[in-house]
Each structure stands twice: as structure tokens, then as C-alpha cells.
């Protein structure tokens, strides 16, 4: 057998050994050319897309609950709900023994007739001293005329004594007539005296009356059995007492569901005392807390896109932005963070971002206080 051919036994051992080298350069050619493609991608998407879109997966679902608690202290009959129970505005929630509201609405309506029952006694005083007014003036009347009398009989007494007195030293007039004319002069002038005074005692007596009488009037001028004060007053009681006994029956303020019911049948409630709470799930919103440095282009009005860990990403929700917060969480502890130290570090801190839901899809996907939720919202909008 002729020997091999030297030269092409080292063409075919070359071909062999760079076969592998050709193939990794490929391979790694398209790594690269792939890797370069997804980064152009990822670049082209993140100008046109990313660059658009802020989010946070710290978000939880918040809502402005409505606390219920009762006006007046009085004891609970009987309690109609239970927590997780769906209420409408309206519904009845607790009874309060009324016995006591009842007790104090029939006092206060017996004030009430009593005041009525006053002012009509007060304007029957005032016609009763308006006829003295007019007696005293009949009386004043009476007491002049008998000072005129009095006056006229004074006057002819003493003309009378006076010729008899220019008589008696001729021994005309007799002694015993003297002394008669003259007894007759002193009682006519005590009878003016006495009609003199009868005149300002009349007077008196009618200033007292019209004086008691403007008084009186004083007391009901301008008003009417339903406009005077006592009576006005007095409604105003029973117009509280209605209330309180309307008020033994508690009624949901809101649309919700109940939750925190923290009161028991026979239990004494006082004013103020907090008796449940009602989440009003179909007006729910979300607090989103972002990071400072991703505010610098978030406005009031931007559309959010949310989706909730109890349905997953195939739920969407759409919401709009309508707030950021005063100040970060931080800053309204009870006792906030102390910067001012020679240890200090910065942190990054997240400010929440105030995004209300649509309604609509509340409905279609309920949601509860508390549960988490994913952000995004498109600051591309203004």
C-alpha cells in the first residue's frame, strides 16, 4: 500500500481542530448579537415606555371607616348585626331601652302646656288691669267732682261766717249762730282737704295699675301663645326629647360592612362610646408609598393601574391620583427619627401617594382595608 499523503493528513488534522473554535465563535457571536438586541429592546422600551411609569409594590388599601356610637347613655335591648355583616345607610343597628327618653318627652310636653297655659293667663292679667286702669280714671273722675262740691261748699261756709262775723258786734248774729257758721266753715274746709287728698290717692292707685299693666304687657308684647319665650323654650325641650328617643334606635350612617362590633345586649353604653366600626367598601382608595426620588414628575390627576395579591395580575384596577401626603410616615411618629446625631445614615424615604379606585370595578372585585397592592402610575400624564 502507497503511504498517505502528509500534506492532506494535516489539511484534514487543521479542519478538525478549528471546527470547534468556528462553532464557539458563533455561538458566542449570537450571545452577544442576542444580548446587544435584548438591550436595544430593552432600551427602546424602557424611552417610550418605562421612562413613563413609576411603581411600588408597597401600597395597601385603605378607606375612611364610619365609627358608630350612641348620643344619649342608656342601656342596649338588643343588637341586629354582626361582624363581616353588609349594611345599607339606613339599617337598624342597636336598640336603646327608651324608657327614660319617653319619661322626659311627657315632662317636657306637660312644660310646654304649662308655658302655654301661663301666657294665656298673663294676657288675661293684662285685660284684667287694663278695666282697673279705666276704674282708677272713673275714680280720679268722682274724686274731682267732689272737689268741686267740696270747694263750693267752702266757699259759701265761708262767705256765710264772714257776713256773720261783721254782724256780731252790732249784736245781729247771736252768739250760738256765730259759733254754728263757724263750725260749718271748719268742716267744709276739712271736707276740701279730703277731696283734695281723695284726688291724689286716685291718682296713685291708677299710677300703680298702669304700672302693673305696662309690666305685664312687657311680658307679651310682640308675641303670641307660640312665639313667647317660655313657650319657645319649653318646645325647645320637647323638640330635644324627640330626639333622644329617636336617638335609642342606631342606624348605620353609611353603606358597609361591619366590623369591630365591641357591644353586648344588656350593656350600659355611654355618649361617645365607640359600638362598631363600618368599612365602606365601595369607597375604597389606596395609599401608595413611593420613594422621594420617583415624586419629582407625579401630579394630581395621573392615572394609576393596580393590581391586588388577592386576584393576581389578571385583575386590573384603575385609579387616579388624587393627593400626596403632607409628609412622610416618619415624620408623624410618636416618637420620629432623631437625624441630628454623628451616626446618622441616610435612608431613602417613601412618601404616600393618595390614588382613589373606580367604584365599578370595587364592585365587580371587592377589596378590604389593609390588603396589598401593586402601583404604577403613568407620570407621562398631566
Known amino acids: 500500500m502507497a503511504d498517505a499523503d502528509p500534506a492532506g493528513l494535516q489539511l484534514r488534522t487543521d479542519e478538525v481542530q478549528n471546527k470547534p473554535n468556528t462553532l464557539r465563535k458563533k455561538l458566542l ?112 273722675a268722682r274724686a274731682r267732682a267732689q272737689l268741686v262740691s267740696a270747694q263750693a261748699d267752702y266757699e259759701r261756709a265761708r262767705v256765710d261766717l264772714a257776713r256773720r262775723q261783721r254782724l256780731a258786734p252790732n249784736g245781729a248774729v247771736s252768739g250760738e249762730e256765730l259759733s254754728s257758721a263757724t263750725n260749718a266753715f271748719a268742716s267744709a274746709r276739712a271736707a276740701l282737704e279730703l277731696a283734695r287728698a281723695g284726688i291724689a290717692q286716685a291718682s296713685s292707685t291708677k299710677g300703680a295699675a298702669s304700672g302693673e299693666l305696662a309690666a305685664n304687657n312687657a311680658l307679651i308684647s310682640g308675641t303670641t301663645a307660640n312665639t313667647a319665650p317660655e313657650v319657645l323654650a319649653a318646645q325647645a325641650k320637647v323638640a330635644q326629647a324627640k330626639l333622644d328617643l329617636e336617638r335609642t334606635v342606631i342606624r348605620a350612617p353609611i353603606d358597609g360592612v361591619v366590623t369591630r362590633r365591641n357591644v353586648q345586649i344588656g350593656q350600659r353604653v355611654a355618649p361617645g362610646t365607640a359600638l362598631m366600626l363600618i368599612v365602606p367598601v365601595g369607597q375604597l382608595y389606596v395609599d401608595a408609598n413611593f420613594k422621594e426620588g420617583q415624586l419629582d414628575r407625579v401630579k394630581v390627576g395621573q392615572p394609576v393601574t393596580l393590581t391586588s395579591d388577592l386576584y393576581g395580575g389578571d385583575v386590573e384596577y384603575h385609579g387616579r391620583v388624587v393627593g400626596l401626603s403632607g409628609g412622610t410616615g416618619g415624620s408623624f411618629a410618636l416618637i420620629p427619627a432623631q437625624n441630628a446625631t454623628g451616626n446618622w445614615i441616610k435612608v431613602v424615604q417613601r412618601l404616600p401617594v393618595r390614588v382613589a379606585l373606580d367604584p365599578k370595578e370595587l364592585l365587580a372585585h371587592p377589596l378590604r382595608v389593609g390588603l396589598s397592592m401593586d402601583a404604577e402610575i403613568d407620570v407621562s400624564k398631566n
Not at 297655659?117 to 288691669?129: D, E, K, M, P, V
Request: glycine letters at 12%.
Open 29 to 140: 457571536g449570537g450571545i452577544a448579537g442576542a444580548v446587544l438586541l435584548a438591550g436595544a429592546g430593552y432600551g427602546g422600551w424602557y424611552a417610550l415606555v418605562g421612562s413613563h411609569h413609576i411603581g411600588t409594590d408597597n401600597a395597601y388599601v385603605g378607606a375612611d371607616t364610619a365609627s358608630v356610637t350612641p348620643m344619649i347613655a342608656a342601656q342596649v335591648l338588643n343588637v341586629r348585626v354582626a361582624d363581616t355583616q353588609a349594611v345599607r345607610k339606613g339599617d337598624v343597628l342597636v336598640q336603646l331601652d327608651g324608657s327614660d327618653a319617653r319619661i322626659a318627652l311627657a315632662q317636657a310636653e306637660a312644660e310646654l302646656a304649662r308655658a302655654r297655659r301661663q301666657y294665656g293667663q298673663t294676657s288675661a292679667t293684662s285685660t284684667a288691669l287694663a278695666a282697673q286702669v279705666d276704674a282708677r280714671n272713673a275714680d280720679i
